[in-house]
């Protein structure tokens, strides 16, 4: 077991049974009567009995709120304040589980310090008021919102997500352990970890890299590509530690730099069909790598100069069973004529297209949309 800073604001905790540290990673931020922001699959999983027990070794109060879907809506986020004030005063807040749990956690703390509603943060560095201080602690191999200070959260009635961004919404403490992963099945592994990979691949290219976010970018690539395949098997604790922290990597390479137009296509996937978001970015990428290649052909090199990026990431696609055409996904190719030209003009006004190495115009969204029914 390992720790580190990673920055100036961020204290990284790295290894097995890792989990073990939690109380002590807690007082250690003046924290007494804690917030735990999860989902019910954690707690069915047995990972939130292993939360409790550790912080039974210092007596902490703990008020657990589980009611968190995948890609959480404001509609959780509320839910999850109201439910704090309840359990009032609340002196910290542990997100635990996969991107969702961490993201609606750190929402959470948005309004329970600084009022309002999500929307009031959408952007960057919005927040007036101090945050309390707050724990992750990711239980998938992929997500990298541990090592970021947006949240990602979703309107309710529109399904637009909003990225609301402040340095003191960053965890202050980071917990990797691998052993949490043990439940993670297959299929889960192999959509979670594409999407570590993406954020690898679109980080290093983004408008906004720069020497540090790549240096971050190109060691979790090295990580997460020479890992991908054994972490599929639950048994593979070293590999899985292995993804973990690339995973991180690549989330600490975000916050230093941006992402591009496979995760701007993908929110759009997401919200019409329901489509997990791994899955969706996986569907967009390598046709985004393709489109790229003119601008950033170079750098995609950097990355693998043993072969084309593009057909890399599809074999990795292939090894973990995941699906390379929305048909796969059960959406029907009739519906394509209609339901194109809404995606691309929606994927047009995501976040993260401005950042894409190559502009895109919204034929150019349309294009990439094709490619996948």
Same mark, same amino acid.
């Given at each position: 077991m390992v720790s580190f800073d990673s920055d100036l604001s961020q204290r990284v905790i790295f290894g097995e049974n890792s989990i073990e540290k939690l109380a002590e990673s807690t007082v250690a931020l003046g924290g007494s009567r804690v917030l735990i922001v999860t989902d019910p699959g954690i707690q069915e999983a047995g990972i939130l009995k292993r939360a409790y027990s550790a912080l039974n +070794?210092?007596?902490?109060?703990?008020? @657990?709120f589980t009611d968190?879907?995948?890609?959480?809506? #404001? /509609?959780?986020?509320? $839910?999850?304040?109201?439910? =704090? /004030? @309840?359990?009032?005063?609340?002196?910290?807040?542990?997100?635990?589980?996969?991107?969702?749990?961490m993201?609606? $956690? /750190?929402?959470?703390?948005?309004?329970?310090?600084?009022?309002?509603?999500?929307? %009031?943060?959408?952007?960057?560095?919005k927040a007036t008021q101090p945050m309390l201080p707050s724990i992750g602690i990711p239980t998938t191999i992929g997500t990298g919102s541990e090592a970021q200070s947006f949240?990602?959260? !979703?309107?309710?009635?529109?399904?637009?997500?909003?990225?609301?961004?402040?340095? /003191? !919404?960053?965890? %202050? #403490?980071?917990?990797? %352990?691998?052993?949490?992963?043990?439940t993670l099945p297959k299929s889960v592994a192999a959509a979670t970890s594409i999407d570590a990979i993406a954020h690898a691949i679109e980080s290093y290219v983004s408008t906004k890299r720069n020497v540090m976010s790549q240096m971050y970018s190109l060691h979790a690539w090295k990580l997460l590509d020479?890992?991908?395949?054994?972490?599929?098997? $639950?048994?593979?604790?070293?590999?899985?530690?292995?993804?973990?922290?690339?995973?991180?990597?690549?989330? @600490?390479?975000?916050?230093? +730099?941006?992402?591009? $137009?496979?995760? =701007?296509? =993908?929110?759009?996937?997401?919200?019409?069909?329901?489509?997990?978001?791994?899955?969706?970015? =996986?569907?967009?990428?390598?046709?985004?790598i393709r489109f790229n290649k003119m601008v950033v052909g170079e750098s995609y090199n950097e990355l693998f100069s043993v072969g084309n990026l593009a057909d890399k990431v599809e074999t990795l696609m292939q090894t973990g069973n995941l699906p390379n055409t929305?048909?796969?996904?059960? @959406?029907?190719?009739?519906?394509? +004529? #209609?339901d194109v030209p809404t995606l691309a003009k929606e994927a047009s006004v995501q976040w993260t297209a401005q950042f894409n190495p190559r502009p895109l115009d919204i034929h150019d969204f349309v294009r990439l949309y094709e490619q996948i029914f």
């Open positions: +070794s210092e007596n902490i109060l703990r008020y @657990v968190v879907a995948p890609n959480p809506t #404001t /509609k959780h986020v509320e $839910a999850a304040v109201q439910f =704090a /004030k @309840v359990n009032a005063p609340i002196d910290l807040i542990i997100g635990l589980g996969g991107g969702s749990a993201d609606c $956690a /750190k929402g959470t703390n948005f309004l329970l310090t600084n009022g309002g509603k999500m929307e %009031d943060y959408w952007g960057t560095n949240a990602l959260i !979703a309107q309710e009635e529109t399904h637009i997500k909003m990225a609301c961004g402040d340095k /003191k !919404a960053q965890f %202050d #403490t980071v917990i990797l %352990d691998p052993t949490l992963t043990k020479a890992n991908f395949e054994l972490a599929l098997d $639950a048994k593979n604790l070293k590999a899985r530690g292995k993804m973990l922290f690339g995973a991180y990597l690549a989330g @600490v390479a975000i916050e230093n +730099s941006m992402l591009g $137009a496979a995760h =701007a296509c =993908a929110n759009p996937l997401t919200a019409k069909y329901g489509i997990t978001h791994g899955i969706a970015v =996986a569907l967009m990428l390598p046709h985004v929305l048909q796969d996904c059960s @959406v029907q190719h009739s519906v394509r +004529s #209609t």
